[in-house]
């Protein structure tokens, strides 16, 4: 089977075990392993696609394209470029995108870097308006706007906002739309299919989902923005190891299988938090009585292993992580081992001292429960 076999109308599963693979050549490997070249041999005129190794590298273009086909499969003509890490790839569209006197519009609720770009751009000379992501707020900060920037499910509070209907207020006014794909990866959402511009995620997390590779993406249809991105890239040198381009490529294949799993385990621990007195605030877009759930069944195929919620103190929420058996305490998210974090410890984010952001791992989610009953009921104590 070769790659043009991968049609639109194949299951999500099937297509996951195969994008971005090469035709097949006889005695080669399925997906060729790393490539670790600075240069390549290039004799004569210097023509690509293969010079220098900061502009380009075979396990990256494989890389790209498999995510390319996850983020757009629909045959629609999308370009990915990889990149050393989430942020790398924010930064890309971020600088590549906006000159002094642009107006950009992020969520006052998004990622705890995001705020730091802003500062950043802001004394370049570019406008920053921050609104919530919830109740769509940011619809109101769009006038004169020239780049807006979604995160959605919004990490680490959950909020959920309405894509298409952002983009479209935001194209009639000419501005162009990002979003931050991270915490639903492509299999649980398609940016691109709902009016985004770009769609930009970190695959350090769950995309990638063992917790040992540093990675981001930007994949847009627009040849000329993308080649701003692509420059930017070539600027900065922000730009993925052959071997975590790999790894993150031979991860692809389980992804359907780890998001199913990780988002069943996620709706399950969310399930027994809510019989809970002692836990508040607590969200998952895939409960059905969650302020999300509407806006997340209409645009969300699978609604992410991420649960947050409050435990009363500081010091309950530190007993309960201690007394966690099978979650780490950990930062980041998305991973086939579950993780969990007193969030208020890093500072960056308003939020509770109570609060803990939950991954759900892909353990057996009895297993999973039954964990995190043990450690709510040491916490009290
Ligand atoms: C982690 C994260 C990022 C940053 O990604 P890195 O790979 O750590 O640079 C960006 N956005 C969201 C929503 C994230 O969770």
Redesign the pocket.
């Known amino acids: 089977m070769s790659d043009e076999n991968i049609v639109p109308e194949l299951g999500e599963g099937t297509r996951a075990v195969r994008v971005g693979l090469p035709e097949p050549v006889k005695h080669e490997p399925t997906l060729p392993g790393p490539v670790f070249a600075a240069h390549y041999h290039l004799p004569g005129d210097p023509t690509g696609p293969y010079a220098y190794g900061r502009d380009q590298n075979p396990t990256w273009t494989l890389l790209e394209r498999a995510i390319g086909e996850l983020e757009a499969p629909g045959g629609e003509q999308v370009e990915t470029l990889a990149f050393a ?4 790839a ?1 930064s890309a569209v971020l600088f590549s995108q906006l000159r002094s006197g642009d107006v950009l519009v992020l969520p006052s609720d ?2 705890n ?1 995001l705020p730091l770009a802003g500062e950043q751009l802001r004394s370049y000379g570019v406008e920053v308006r921050n609104a919530p992501t919830g109740g769509d707020a940011q619809l109101d900060a769009l006038d004169g706007a020239t780049l807006l920037w979604l ?1 959605t499910p919004s ?1 680490p509070g959950l909020d959920v906002c309405d894509i298409r209907r952002l983009c479209e207020a935001a194209h009639e006014r000419d501005c162009l739309v990002a979003v ?1 794909n ?2 639903a990866t492509p299999l649980g959402q398609r940016p691109l299919e709902l009016g985004a511009d770009f769609a930009v ?5 769950q995309l990638t989902g063992h917790g040992d590779v ?3 993406y930007v994949v847009g249809r627009d040849a000329g923005l993308m080649a701003a991105v692509r420059r930017w890239r070539k600027i900065v040198g922000a730009i993925p190891g052959p071997m975590e381009a790999w790894l993150a490529h031979r991860s692809l294949a389980t992804l359907q299988l780890r998001a199913d799993r990780q988002s069943t385990n996620a709706l399950a621990v969310a399930e027994a938090l809510k019989g809970r007195p002692e836990v508040t605030g607590l969200r998952y877009p895939g409960l059905r009585d969650d302020p999300s759930h509407k806006i997340a069944s209409q645009q969300m195929r699978r609604f992410g292993c991420v649960v947050s919620f409050s435990l009363p103190t500081r010091a309950r929420a530190d007993r309960f992580l201690d007394a966690l058996r099978l979650v780490d305490d950990a930062t ?2 998305g991973g086939v081992r579950s993780t969990a974090e007193r969030r208020g410890r890093w500072g960056g984010d308003a939020v509770p001292e109570g609060f803990i952001r939950f991954s759900a791992g892909a353990e057996d989610t009895d297993d999973l429960v039954a964990d995190v009953l043990r450690a709510l009921d040491v916490a009290t104590g």
């Open positions: 890490s989430g942020m790398a924010i998004g990622y870097v995160e990490n931050d991270t915490l995620a970190s695959g350090t997390k540093l990675l981001g980041s998210f």
